[in-house]
T-cell receptor
Framework: GDSVTQMEGPVTLSEEAFLTINCTYT??????LFWYVQYPGEGLQLLLK?????DKGSNKGFEATYRKETTSFHLEKGSVQVSDSAVYFC??????????????FGSGTRLQVQP | KAGVTQTPRYLIKTRGQQVTLSCSPI?????VSWYQQTPGQGLQFLFE???????NKGNFPGRFSGRQFSNSRSEMNVSTLELGDSALYLC???????????FGPGTRLTVT
């Protein structure tokens, strides 16, 4: 079945450092790919998405490019802030036919940004 | 536009009891999905409803069930609660034809 693998956390960075969180996936079809962020005590917020190969999703300074050849969707940000501290989840959408939707998530990567 | 709302936010139940959780999707969203989040298993898909019909189901026992009403609001029910059912239960809604799902704040269920 489909699966998503994320780098283990926590990732600890100083403010203004460059961020990369690796994500690779296994899927039989052509899934859409997502990054979600979860702040303490909250649900998941959609951060960005990409629906086909070579698409780049971007939002709030975060970017990720859908790489079909390496089955990857790495999250990057050029300069992190303390407010970016959260858990980040990579996910893919399994279009199981007939419009069905189910997200498969990675295990999450905790990011801690120190001032 | 209001986001996905879930009630209650917190619940404490005793093993063997049953529980019902409620989810109201974003206005205009007709697809509602449920997920379970635990430290050990992470985020796992429970089921998806569209137009009052279960369209997709994850690998959970029959104690987990759900339904959707004509106004797209959804409920999930867990019967004969076990300690392992303690989790954050997240509801998400989607516009028909789109992939991205929008999540509510979750219901934190504790089974003692």
């Amino acid at each position: 079945g489909d699966s998503v693998t994320q780098m283990e956390g926590p990732v600890t960075l100083s403010e203004e450092a460059f961020l990369t969180i690796n994500c690779t996936y296994t899927a039989t079809g052509y899934p859409s790919l997502f990054w979600y962020v979860q702040y303490p005590g909250e649900g998941l917020q959609l951060l960005l998405k990409a629906t086909k190969a070579d698409d780049k999703g971007s939002n709030k300074g975060f970017e990720a490019t859908y790489r079909k050849e390496t089955t990857s969707f790495h999250l990057e940000k050029g300069s992190v802030q303390v407010s970016d501290s959260a858990v980040y989840f990579c996910a893919l959408s399994d279009n199981g036919g007939m419009g069905r939707r189910a997200l498969t998530f990675g295990s999450g990567t905790r990011l801690q940004v120190q001032p | 536009k209001a986001g996905v709302t879930q009630t209650p936010r917190y619940l404490i139940k005793t093993r063997g009891q049953q529980v019902t959780l409620s989810c109201s999707p974003i206005s205009g969203h007709r697809s509602v999905s449920w997920y379970q989040q635990t430290p050990g298993q992470g985020l796992q898909f429970l089921f998806e409803y569209f137009s009052e019909t279960q369209r997709n189901k994850g690998n959970f026992p029959g104690r987990f069930s759900g339904r959707q009403f004509s106004n797209s609001r959804s409920e999930m029910n867990v019967s004969t609660l076990e300690l392992g059912d303690s989790a954050l239960y997240l509801c998400a809604s989607t516009v028909q034809g789109r992939d991205e799902q929008y999540f509510g704040p979750g219901t934190r269920l504790t089974v003692t």
